[in-house]
C-alpha cells in the first residue's frame, strides 16, 4: 500500500481518459517545500505568511521576509509559488506585534485583506519582499478574504506603489508576477464577474467558504457535522466559479481541505476542477484518486449531483 503510494512520486497526474491536472501544495515551512518538491507538486498553490509574524513581540522586517520567500522560491527550482499576503485576524495576532483588539466576531472582523489595507506600511513591507524574492524564480501573490473590487483595486495601487519604489532603488525583482484572489467570502464567489478582470488567478479557499456560506463557525465543536461542503449550495456554487473561470481563461484552484481529501476528487472533478492545492501528506492519495478517475464521465454525470438536494444524495452520487 505505502509502497504503491511512493511509486507514484514520479507519476503524471493524469486521469483515466488523459485529462492532465494540476496538483500544488500548500505549505507553510521548510519542511513542507522540501516535501513538496520532492512529491513532484506543479508548484506552491498556497503558502501561508502568517507564521512569520507569530509567536514574536516585533514585526517581521523587510529583509527578513525577503530570505523566507527567497528560500522558498529556490527550494522549488523553478516551479511557481503563490505566497499568499498576510492573513491574520484578532483571533491569532496576540504575539505578532500588531496589538490588535480583541473583537467580538473575529471571523467576521478586521482579517485578511482588510488588515493589510489598515496597516498600509506593514502590507507595502510585505509586498516589496515578495516582489524581491520573484527575481529569483516565479512568484505569485494572492490576496485572503477578498469581498469586493474595491479591495482588489487597492492592493493593486499598493503593488504599483511596492514595483516603483523597487525600481527607485534599482532593487531587482522578476519581469512578471501574477495576481490572485482568494475566494472564500461568498459574495467574491458570486461576485467574481464583477473584478475578473483585475486577476491572474483565483483560488477557492473552501475552509473559509463553508464557514460564511452556511453560517457554521469552522471551529465549533458541536457543529461538526454541519460544517461540511458536502452541501448542495456549495457544490453548485463551487461549478458556478469553475466555469466562469474556464470561460473567461482564468485558471481556478482550491486550495482548502476540501481538495486534500482523496474521496472529494470525484465531485470537484465533475465540478470542472483541473487545479488542486493541499498539503503534501496527502497529495499522493490525491493523485492516486485522480489517476484512477474517468474524467469524460464524471463531468456526464455533473449535472445529476447538481440536482441532488441534499448531503445524503451527493454521498449516494459519490457511491455510483
Ligand atoms: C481556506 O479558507 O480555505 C484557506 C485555504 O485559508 P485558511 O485555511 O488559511 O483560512
Ligand atoms: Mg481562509
Avoid at 224 to 243: K, Q
Avoid at 291 to 304: G, I, K, N, V, Y
Amino acid at each position: 500500500e505505502q509502497a504503491q503510494l511512493t511509486r507514484l512520486r514520479r507519476q503524471p497526474t493524469r486521469t483515466q481518459d488523459g485529462v492532465d491536472i494540476r496538483l500544488y501544495a500548500n505549505a507553510e515551512s521548510r519542511e513542507d517545500v522540501a516535501e513538496a518538491h520532492s512529491l513532484g507538486a506543479d508548484g506552491i498553490g498556497l503558502y501561508r505568511t502568517e507564521f512569520l509574524f507569530l509567536q514574536r513581540r516585533e514585526l517581521p522586517t523587510e529583509d527578513e521576509q525577503f530570505l523566507a520567500y527567497r528560500d522558498l522560491v529556490l527550494g522549488m527550482a523553478g516551479r511557481v509559488v503563490t505566497i499568499r499576503t498576510l492573513d491574520l485576524g484578532a483571533d491569532k495576532a496576540d504575539h505578532s506585534g500588531l496589538a490588535l483588539r480583541t473583537e467580538p466576531n473575529p471571523a467576521l472582523g478586521l482579517r485578511g485583506v482588510r488588515l493589510s489595507l489598515a496597516h498600509e506600511a506593514l502590507f507595502l513591507t510585505q509586498l516589496r519582499a515578495i516582489l524581491r524574492a520573484s527575481a529569483y524564480g516565479p512568484v505569485r501573490i494572492l490576496v485572503p478574504m477578498i469581498c469586493c473590487r474595491e479591495e482588489m483595486q487597492a492592493v493593486i495601487a499598493l503593488l504599483e506603489a511596492a514595483r516603483a519604489s523597487l525600481l527607485a532603488e534599482s532593487a531587482p525583482t522578476g519581469p512578471f508576477v501574477e495576481l490572485g484572489a482568494m475566494i472564500e467570502v461568498p459574495a467574491a464567489a458570486l461576485g467574481l464577474p464583477d473584478f475578473i478582470d483585475l486577476v491572474d488567478f483565483v483560488s477557492v479557499g473552501t475552509n473559509d467558504l463553508v464557514q460564511y456560506l452556511l453560517a457554521v463557525d469552522r471551529n465549533h465543536e458541536s457543529l461538526a457535522s454541519l460544517y461540511t461542503p458536502r452541501h448542495p449550495a456549495m457544490l453548485r456554487l463551487l461549478a458556478e466559479v469553475f466555469s466562469y473561470g474556464r470561460r473567461n481563461g482564468i485558471p481556478v484552484a482550491v486550495c482548502g481541505e476540501m481538495a486534500g481529501e482523496a474521496a472529494n476528487v470525484p465531485l470537484l472533478l465533475a465540478l470542472g476542477l483541473r487545479d488542486f492545492s493541499l498539503h503534501p501528506s496527502t497529495l499522493l492519495e490525491v493523485r492516486r484518486a485522480i489517476r484512477d478517475a474517468d474524467h469524460a464521465s464524471l463531468r456526464r454525470r455533473a449535472q445529476s449531483l447538481l440536482r441532488a438536494h441534499d448531503r445524503l444524495a451527493i454521498e449516494k452520487w459519490l457511491a455510483r
